[in-house]
């Protein structure tokens, strides 16, 4: 009756895995890597084999749209049209309501023939949502509520401590091999000091493990003390640099930030990447020669350097040299939240830098501003506006970056970009892109003044489609919004 575009999720049924298992050759260890390896494969007949099914939960399009304006009136209109959708839905108005609805539904989870991690509790009008809007990643209308997951024990054999670019350490927990999940694990995370003391896990002991959202492998606690298990002791000095650590709360810090060798690689290699100043051919295994072999300490050192200083390094030849130095030199121009990001603010990621390149206009306000004023962005909590307050108080930083601008780096500004060509104007990126990568596109857009949206609406004004576009381009059409190619962007860019 219609164009119509549905979304949904792959899944094998329990049953079939097992009925699957019986001839096969490979048994197959989990549902999840039954469907992922199934959907890859490029021989359909071994993708036929397994029997997918697909559970529909969400219409990207549909010609009428009166059809469908909530998420009740979308599981009504699948299961009318013979769509096949999960049999656990409920629509509650408390916060009483959710959390019983959940616990049924882990108790009904051991009965059904499918596998689930969780429950998605969503808003149900589908205004409300438009108006909510989305984070960098993630809808601000819906959350997922993961159930305790899958557990095994093993025994605990070694603690390692790693280093991380703020000088934290994260206790590393190395155990026997054990399979959880259909993934053979060998390490898990113990998070901290304070964790390990909590959890009471000793050296030789058993432990209980479980991979929180099917992905992290974690420590969750003793399982059984063994007659030769040993306290984990507290580390006392940095595994890498020997200085003596300070504690902090739960966590340990090697304060030595000017002179541990770890802490000045994750730092360097943050400073290169591409969502701070982007530069090309300067991986983690390049910038660690250039700290052993050229001294590279500090990010600033990076743009003292000549192609004749790379040639001592291993396997760098005359055009290697060249590009990375050309790469160098570019990328002193780099955008005002790119720049705030490569600081390696505490706690500042790539969305809070881009907040806080909009609230202070250039970066003079920004490292004057009060903690007030810091606190009172929309997302920026307490801690974090403390560890960007304190960050600026401290006179090294500043010098640091008072040397990276006596050498040429020159940040740019949105109003200090070429126009207001895109003001106005929400884009939408799809495809593999020719000339540059999306994120450059994105970058372009927004110091045209324009604004990228990770997902088609009414409100799109524009879908910028590259090779191998997906459903947003499909969802494009269907709606009307304006497809442009690369090229049709590249001219609107020269007018």
Not at 63 to 89: E, H, I, P, R, Y
Not at 106 to 125: E, F, H, K, N, S
Not at 314 to 320: A, C, G, I, L, N
């Amino acid at each position: 009756k219609g164009e119509l575009i549905v979304r949904g999720e792959g899944m094998i049924k329990l049953s079939k895995l097992a009925e699957y298992n019986k001839t096969s050759n490979e048994p197959l260890k989990n549902a999840r890597n039954a469907v992922a390896g199934a959907i890859r494969n490029l021989d359909s007949n071994i993708t036929a084999k397994r029997n997918l099914d697909i559970f529909c939960y969400d219409i990207l399009y549909i010609q009428d749209k009166d059809v469908v304006k909530s998420q009740v009136d979308t599981q009504k209109f699948l299961q009318k049209n013979g769509f096949l959708t999960s049999d656990f839905f409920c629509v509650c108005s408390t916060l009483e309501q959710i959390e019983q609805n959940i616990k049924k539904i882990d108790t009904l989870r051991t009965q059904i023939d499918i596998l689930t991690d969780g429950v998605v509790i969503d808003l149900d009008d589908f205004a409300m949502r438009e108006e909510l809007g989305f984070t960098t990643k993630f809808p601000k209308w819906a959350v997922a509520y993961k159930f305790p997951a899958s557990e095994v024990t093993s025994i605990l054999k070694n603690v390692i401590w790693q280093v991380g670019r703020t000088g934290k350490l994260t206790p590393i927990a190395v155990v026997d091999p054990v399979t959880l999940a259909g993934a053979t694990v060998t390490r898990a995370t113990l998070n901290n000091m304070g964790d390990i003391v909590r959890k009471k896990v000793k050296i030789g002991s058993t432990v209980f493990i479980r991979r929180s959202n099917e992905v992290i492998p974690e420590i969750l606690s003793i399982a059984q003390e063994l007659p030769n298990s040993v306290e984990i002791e507290k580390p006392t000095h940095c595994p890498v640099c020997h200085h003596e650590l300070v504690e902090i709360g739960a966590n340990l810090f090697c304060p030595n930030k000017e002179g541990c060798g770890k802490q000045i690689i994750n730092k360097l290699t943050h400073f290169c990447s591409k969502e701070a100043f982007d530069i090309e051919g300067l991986s983690i295994k390049t910038i660690e020669q250039l700290n052993s072999e050229l001294g590279v300490e500090k990010h600033y050192q990076i743009f003292d350097l000549k192609k004749e200083d790379l040639f001592v390094l291993d396997s760098f030849k005359d055009k290697k040299s060249e590009n990375i130095i050309s790469s160098i030199e570019k990328s002193k121009n780099v955008p005002y939240a790119n720049f705030i990001y490569s600081l390696a603010i505490p706690n500042v990621g790539t969305k809070t830098s881009k907040d806080l390149a909009k609230t202070f206009k250039s970066f003079e306000e920004l490292k004057n501003a009060s903690l007030e004023e810091l606190a009172a962005i929309r997302d920026v909590g307490s801690v974090m506006a403390r560890g960007i307050f304190d960050f600026f108080q401290d006179q090294e930083n500043i010098s640091d970056i008072n040397k990276l601008f006596e050498r040429g780096v020159n940040i740019v500004y949105d109003n200090a970009a070429s126009g207001e060509k895109f003001k106005g104007f929400k884009f939408v990126l799809t495809g593999t892109l020719e000339n540059f990568s999306r994120l450059d596109a994105q970058k372009l857009i927004e110091s045209e003044g324009g604004e990228c949206s990770s997902s088609v609406s009414k409100n799109t004004d524009y879908v910028l489609a590259g090779e191998n576009a997906g459903s947003k381009l499909d969802k494009a059409t269907a709606l009307g919004v304006k497809v442009i190619s690369e090229q049709q962007f590249l001219d609107m860019l020269k007018k």
